[in-house]
């Protein structure tokens, strides 16, 4: 479909190892967001993308998160040395303008589990 | 404190009944702001928009007071489909958004 689309859908890591989660926005959309949200909590903010510039990374939570867009569309979330703690889902949005005036479309959501 | 705040409820009511839920937000920077609704295990989806006039689309009713800092939302006749989390969202232009924790409502016959 046109939504926004994220993979995998469910991902179950080791805890140490390295994850990357993928964020296909809705053709076109200059801005996309990145979430993370822990059960019975709304998402957290993590980071925030216009085109291909990170305007904001103030969420991440430490510098083992990181997220690129290098072409302006696609996006990766990458969580390295992975700890319990990082079990959430980590929810993917877009929007087609820039900066906070638009609602955003979510996508799936990737569900981490870390043992 | 939370930047934006929500009664977590349950709200339990019949159907056709109508229920008001608030939210309060402390980021006087904000400029837009959002209800969106979240089924369980499913991503969360636009409700509507808030305007400061007041909105309303069918049974959805939704209020900004920016110098409360408050937001309302109100469903009349509720439906069993209503049943869900709705999450209030408030957006600085710099494009940061912060969600509530949301309030659950359980609709039932």
């Known amino acids: 479909g046109a939504g926004v689309s994220q993979s995998p859908r469910y991902k179950v890591a080791k805890r140490g190892q390295d994850v990357a989660l993928r964020c296909d926005p809705i053709?076109?959309?200059?801005?996309l967001f990145w979430y993370q949200q822990a059960l019975g909590q709304g998402p957290e903010f993590l980071t925030y993308?216009?085109?291909?510039?990170?305007?904001?990374k103030s969420g991440l939570p430490s510098d083992r998160f990181f997220a690129e867009r290098p072409e302006g569309s696609v996006s990766t979330l990458k969580i390295q040395r992975t700890q319990q703690e990082d079990s959430a889902v980590y929810l993917c949005?877009?929007?087609?303008?820039?900066?906070?005036?638009?609602?955003?479309?979510f996508g799936d959501g990737t569900r981490l589990s870390i043992l | 404190r939370k930047e934006v705040e929500q009664d977590p409820g349950p709200f339990n009511v019949p159907e056709g009944a109508t229920v008001a839920f608030n939210c309060t937000y402390s980021?006087?920077?904000?400029?837009?702001f959002f209800w969106y609704r979240q089924d369980c295990r499913k991503e969360p989806k636009l409700l509507m928009s808030?305007?400061?006039s007041g909105n309303e689309d069918g049974r959805f009713t939704a209020q900004l007071n920016r110098a409360s800092q408050y937001i309302s939302l109100l469903i009349r006749d509720s439906k069993l489909s209503d049943s869900a989390t709705y999450l209030c969202?408030?957006?600085?232009?710099?494009?940061?958004?912060?969600f509530g924790d949301g309030t659950t409502l359980t609709v039932k016959p």
């Open positions: 993308f216009q085109n291909e510039a990170q305007l904001d």
């Open positions: 980021n006087s920077a904000s400029q837009s």
């Open positions: 808030v305007y400061s």
């Open positions: 949005a877009s929007s087609s303008q820039v900066g906070g005036g638009q609602p955003q479309h």
């Open positions: 969202v408030v957006n600085t232009n710099a494009g940061k958004s912060t």
């Open positions: 053709s076109g959309h200059v801005s």
